[in-house]
């Protein structure tokens, strides 16, 4: 506004001297200086304005992320406003600085703890396999040497027993290879339904003399999705088999699906899988510490079903979480993002089609 005023008075001057006396050198250069000054009048005014906003931006982001800013400033001029400014922003650099150091030590500090896990891994791993190969000698020997018995000898029953723990740590010795070397997953287009089923079949092999009820509560219009097959069948036959055991004589096992998170027209939500049961309930003591590895409350158990599983759903990307109630049961609740599987065939076919091309 200035600078209009300003170039708005030049001309009115120029016009008027124009008209009484002709425009003389003297007046051509008294109207330069004056444009001259009054540009950079309104350049000054206009960037003074400017540094303002800019700074009432400032303090307002300030403000955001440093309450006590505001209450500090409160009353204050504007030099000294500007240096409370700069004071804060100096705290909040060293309170960063600081963060990410005290990040970048528990980073290292992971990584160190991460490669002697590994470390023991590979240890445990060479060992379960040294010691398989004389236990598969010795199983084979219990085998002969119980042929040798007639079916009422007294001994028969020792050899039995003595067969069934080999067969156990045989079992411990497999379940801890599997947790020092995983398998990496293979994704492609999967079936829960048809997992499902399978899953039962086997699982009501282990039945026994229990009475339980099976219930698929799975959404039908739940297409095919990309995961690994053969690792989710893994885990939904572990978490099957621990509702068995925690049932004592009849009970209820309910294995439901749905997709969660969905936006209406797409494809991309998260699917929710849930394995519940009418069991004697974990207590909540042991509810916190039943993913770690070798942590059992089963006289027959690994401590590794649980742990396998957590591993095997956060490499497909989710999470495996369980909530219990004793005398009521217990959830186990894998969620895990989706993706259906006809969006991995239009990949493989624009790939091949690019490839062509």
């Known amino acids: ?36 000054l009054s540009a950079a009048t309104g350049m000054l005014i206009y ?8 700074l009432r931006d400032l303090r307002s982001v300030i403000a955001k992320i440093a309450p006590a800013y ?12 500007v240096e409370a400014l700069e004071k804060e922003i100096r705290t909040l650099t060293e ?9 970048q030590r ?3 500090s ?60 045989e079992k411990t010795l497999n379940d801890l290879l599997v947790y020092a070397r995983p398998k990496p997953s293979h994704f492609g287009p999967t079936d829960l339904r048809e997992i499902a089923a399978q899953t039962l079949q086997l699982a009501r092999q282990q039945l026994g003399s229990k009475k339980v009820n099976f219930s698929v ?29 925690a049932i004592e004589d009849e009970g209820r096992i309910t294995v439901a699906a749905r997709v969660i998170d969905r936006e209406e027209g797409k494809r991309a939500g998260h699917l929710e899988i849930s394995v519940s049961d009418t069991g004697s309930g974990i207590p909540p003591e042991h509810l916190e510490r039943i993913f770690r590895p070798f942590y059992t409350t089963k006289r027959s158990g690994t401590g590794l079903g649980l ?4 591993r095997i759903i956060s490499q497909h990307g989710g999470t495996l979480t369980a909530k219990s109630e004793i005398g009521h049961g217990s959830q186990f609740t894998i969620r895990f993002p989706f993706r259906e599987a006809v969006e991995e065939l239009k990949e493989v076919y624009v790939q091949r089609e690019s490839s062509d091309h």
């Open 1 to 36: 506004m200035v600078l209009i005023a300003s170039l708005a008075g030049i001309l009115v001057f120029t016009l008027l001297e124009s008209y009484h006396q002709g425009l003389t050198p003297r007046h051509g250069l008294v109207m330069a200086l004056l444009a001259a």
């Open 307 to 310: 742990s396998l599983c957590r």
């Open 106 to 108: 528990l980073h290292d």
């Open 217 to 245: 509560e799975i959404t039908p219009s739940l297409p095919h999705f990309r995961a690994d097959a053969e690792q989710l069948h893994q885990v939904l036959l572990n978490l099957i088999l621990n509702s068995i055991q």
């Open 110 to 169: 992971e990584m160190v703890q991460a490669e002697h896990l590994a470390t023991i891994g590979e240890l445990a791993a060479g060992l379960a396999h040294e010691i398989r190969n004389p236990l598969a000698g010795i199983a084979g020997a219990i085998e002969i040497i119980t042929k040798g018995f007639p079916p009422d000898h007294p001994d028969r029953e020792v050899l039995e027993d003595l067969r069934h723990e080999v067969h156990r740590i």
């Open 47 to 54: 960037q003074e304005r400017r540094s303002w906003a800019l």
């Open 70 to 81: 505001a209450r500090l400033t409160s009353g204050m001029s504007a030099a000294t406003s």
């Open 95 to 103: 309170r960063w600085t600081e963060f990410c150091e005290h990040c």
